[in-house]
């Protein structure tokens, strides 16, 4: 981000400082940055380099702000008796609104092509421009409105074969290094059929299948299920971090605090490499003035990949560095020294050793690579910069990415939902819902259920009630206010979600951890959807969100006032 | 169209502690002031620019408009600034006139009934969007209705009523005050005058400007509900999208009296389907005298159909509001 805006603000990089301490969400769709974002800084030159804040209104935010693309299609998918799909096309419109294209269309077809793995596949797409305010990447660009498509054609195809809803999933599931996209692209690594399984037996799905139907007056209980997959990292980013004389190690991240953590766990790979146990590690981030080596933009699930690796990295460099100072302070070979708990020591002889604050000390004293002051050649001039910031107080890892990897990594969520359907008002009742993920490593429980949750609630958001509304004729959206918008309240969804992870590392990141942020959105929308249509004996309604007008309209027959291409209403 | 968002208006502010005190600010600046009592309505219109009074009189301060008093007769009057979790949790209020209770417990969120009142509840503007969003509207004085155009967003707007305003009435109270023959206690510095609940909406053919038969210079001050209704057989539902902080799509109440499994008397009132809480006296009367069965049920809830006019995008509310009718009779428990 700093790179980006100095170019666009026709500045020498080091001549910018960019503090982000604290930053929201929706970071996707700022990921290259909004031209509002100068706006401030503009008018704080122009005046002197006084302070200016940039205030904007709910109401405003609708005229510049960043939506998700609407994706319209038609899907045909061919199935063997078996419940494997064999061919599947794809058309898909998009609403690209007013200023460029958006891409959420082709991503949806690749997600497609991953998720369900088909023997053959076509697919078209269309942009349509509409007078609308712009678009941008939402949480899980194309995945969420594939999984919200096509995952309850595959219920319904389960209905009409006969199959069992997790055995169509299960069949048709990525596995290992799968392939997908016109490319044949494969991934590192995929464990969707033992999530599958994991979430069939904590979901209890096979008892949760024999109370569908009626329940109560005219409530209908239906249960499904969806897979979300997503793109989960990236890879060839710098770490940097420094043990003091003090003992404590300081990991300098370049990302920031999203209120997802990252900026903390990932710093753990490194301690864990170490052997510093958590209350010994500090974390800078926030910034650049004060070290940050260059880093992955966060949005795109890239963060937990790519800065495990990255932090694991410049962890062991440091490691290394440890170990040929107690060699040449304590004798033998580095390899004769282990690092953990605090110390380097020889693994023969324990009590052979230095503390890693004696290290450190020792580091200042040699200087060079050690201290920081002679760097790698791979690494970006932003980290040479950001060490430069530490160099000289004490033994400094550095360190590019260079672990490479084969392939693509994804991470994989199975949402698994109960509802119950009033036939009479429409409403839905969200009763249960399970989200299972394939996620690599798992680093930070709590932090992993927020992100599982979270993104679930807010799949289940979008496909129940949240959307914006234009007035055709006059252009004025009608949904501006918290109220119209209508994202769900905390009683719309579940009151006690439940979650949980396989743990199985992926193969080709040291660490094992893969992000989870967006493949969790997917999975809690297609689930309600595919729940939905299963309480109305198959029939999916087409539009969403799926308010009681909807499922109403549908069950009685009457006209909803929406034609098919019509958006915005 | 679009609101200007500079600095809110500056607005002179009264804060009386005696009604009389309201009364006279309310004559001297007449149509300039604005009352104000929880605010719940009153800020959105202020923060949106749309509406700019330059007097605003908050009324929150007289004690003399707030709690629960018994009356001689045995029934009940609320003062209009009650708020609406003091008048779910009273004793008497959910014991004799739970219809209300329940109906107060459905109006959008826990911090919004802390602080919004009972008479803001009844009095409260529609929310159409466009009247809302300063359109000048015939509602707002203008020419034209946005909303009953071929392409317009109506989802949530009447299906009754429709004259050349096509707004609901938002209030998920007025439905149960008006199946509960409640009155409206009215003051203003001429006098006092009571109005039946019924007549205190009002459709838009009677006056497009005002929802409630409120004038300039007038407060609401109390709510009194007769006997009559107490204890009987009650009924009361709220169709939204979300099950917190949202207005009815449709809403129902009923009251009935029955007696030897005969109905003897009924009110049916349906609310978020058209510009007042509508009372189908059509369907009432179908009911009285018969028992209740399937085909009393089919035939009352179709007779609440009848006339209903939807719009582009709420058809679905014809079907809703049958259902809910047909809730409202075989539901009604004492």
């Known amino acids: ?569 | 169209m679009g609101n200007i968002h500079d600095m809110m208006r500056s607005f002179e502010l009264f804060q009386p502690t005696e009604l009389d005190g309201a009364l006279a600010l309310l004559r001297e600046h007449d149509e300039d002031a604005w009352v104000l009592s929880g605010g719940m309505d009153t800020f959105d219109w202020l923060k949106d620019r749309a509406k700019r009074p330059p007097v605003v009189i908050d009324v929150g301060a007289i004690e003399e408009l707030r709690g629960v008093r018994e009356t001689a007769d045995g029934g009940l009057e609320i003062g209009a600034a009650t708020t609406l979790t003091e008048v779910i949790e009273h004793p008497e209020v959910s014991r004799r006139y739970p219809l209300l209770a329940t109906a107060a417990g459905r109006v959008a969120t826990p911090q919004i009934r802390n602080q919004g009142t009972l008479g803001g509840n009844v009095a409260q503007d529609t929310r159409c969007w466009y009247y809302r969003s300063g359109w000048p509207c015939y509602r707002a004085g203008g020419n034209v209705c946005y909303a009953n155009t071929p392409t317009s967003i109506n989802r949530e707007h009447c299906i009754f009523e429709g004259d050349r305003c096509v707004a609901v009435s938002p209030s998920d109270t007025a439905p149960a005050l008006v199946a509960l023959d409640a009155t409206m206690i009215i003051r203003s510095h001429r006098g006092k005058r009571e109005v039946p609940a019924a007549d205190f909406f009002l459709d838009p053919g009677t006056d497009i400007r005002r929802m409630t038969a409120l004038r300039p210079r007038e407060i609401l001050v109390a709510i009194r509900l007769p006997t009559a209704w107490a204890g009987k057989p009650h009924y009361f539902e709220k169709v939204a999208d979300r099950k917190s902080w949202d207005f009815a799509l449709a809403s129902v109440a009923s009251a009935l009296d029955v007696s030897d499994g005969v109905v003897r008397d009924a009110r049916l009132v349906v609310g978020g389907v058209a510009a007042r809480p509508l009372r189908l006296r059509a369907a009432e009367q179908s009911l009285i005298g018969r028992s209740i069965d399937n085909a009393s049920v089919e035939r009352t809830a179709a007779l609440a159909i009848e006339g209903a006019r939807p719009l582009r995008y709420n058809a679905y509310k014809v079907v809703l509001t049958r259902n809910l009718v047909k809730r409202a009779i075989q539901g009604a428990t004492a």
């Open chain 1, 1 to 569: 981000m700093k790179r980006r805006k100095a170019a666009d603000l026709g500045l020498e990089e080091e001549d910018l400082v960019l503090i982000s301490e604290y930053c929201g969400g929706g970071f996707g769709s700022k990921n290259e940055g909004v031209p509002t974002d100068f706006i401030p800084a503009l008018l704080s030159r122009k005046l002197g380099g006084r302070p200016v804040m940039m205030r904007v209104t709910r109401e405003e935010e609708f005229y510049f702000g960043r939506a998700r693309p609407g994706i319209q299609g038609c899907a045909k998918i061919g199935f063997r008796a078996d419940g494997r799909v064999t061919a599947m096309e794809l058309c898909m419109v998009i609403d690209s609104g007013a200023i460029r294209g958006q891409g959420d269309h082709a991503a949806a077809a690749n997600y497609a092509s991953l998720g369900y793995q088909p023997e053959a596949m076509r697919f078209k797409g269309l942009t349509v421009a509409t007078n609308t305010p712009p678009r941008g990447a939402q949480q899980a660009p194309g995945s969420l409105q594939m999984v919200s498509m096509i995952d309850p054609l595959m219920g319904r195809a389960a209905r009409e074969l006969g199959i069992d809803r997790l055995e169509i999933m299960r069949i048709n599931a990525p596995r290992g290094r799968a392939v997908y996209g016109p490319q044949r692209t494969n991934i590192t690594s995929a464990f969707v059929e033992e999530a599958i399984q994991r979430g069939r037996e904590l979901f209890r799905w096979d008892e949760k299948v024999q109370l569908r139907g009626p329940s109560e007056g005219a409530k209908v209980i239906g249960v499904g299920a969806a897979l979300g997959p997503y793109s989960a990292g990236d890879i060839g980013f710098d770490g940097l971090l420094i043990i003091r004389p003090d003992g404590r190690l300081t990991v300098h991240q370049g990302i920031g605090n999203l209120g997802s953590h990252a900026v903390l766990d990932t710093a753990m790979a490194a301690a864990d490499v170490l052997g510093v146990s958590g209350d010994a590690v500090d974390v800078v981030w926030g910034n650049p003035s004060r070290g940050a080596p260059w880093s992955s933009r966060q949005g795109g699930t890239r963060t937990t990949h790519a800065h495990t690796r990255a932090n694991h990295a410049a962890a062991m460099d440091a490691r290394r560095k440890l170990q040929e100072i107690a060699a040449d302070r304590l004798g033998g070979s580095p390899e004769d020294y282990e690092v953990a708990l605090g110390r380097v020591y020889r693994q023969a002889s324990p009590a052979i050793g230095m503390t890693l604050g004696e290290a450190a000390e020792e580091a200042m004293r040699l200087g060079g690579r050690y201290s920081g002051q002679v760097l790698p050649e791979d690494i970006d001039p932003m980290t040479a910069a950001a060490a430069g910031v530490i160099a000289g107080q004490g033994l400094v890892g550095v360190a590019k990415d260079n672990y490479g990897r084969d392939g693509s990594t994804y991470s994989f969520t199975v949402g698994f939902c109960m509802v119950e359907v009033d036939r009479e008002t429409g409403e839905v009742d969200v009763k249960e819902y399970l989200a299972v993920a394939d996620c690599g490593t798992i680093m930070h429980p709590r932090n992993l259920s927020g992100q599982l949750l979270g993104g679930g609630v807010r799949g289940m958001s979008i496909a129940l009630l949240e959307k914006w509304d234009f007035d055709p004729n006059w252009g004025i959206c009608a949904t501006r206010r918290m109220y119209t918008a209508k994202p769900a309240t905390i009683l719309d969804v579940p009151l006690e979600p439940q979650w949980a992870a396989l743990d199985i590392p992926d193969p080709d990141t040291p660490v094992g951890a893969k992000g989870i942020a967006e493949s969790t959105i997917g999975a809690g929308a297609g689930a309600v959807i595919d729940a939905i249509a299963d309480a109305l004996g198959g029939r999916i309604p087409a539009r969403r969100p799926i308010r009681p007008d909807i499922i109403l309209s549908l069950i009685e027959g009457v006209d909803s006032g929406h034609r098919p291409l019509q958006t915005h209403a």
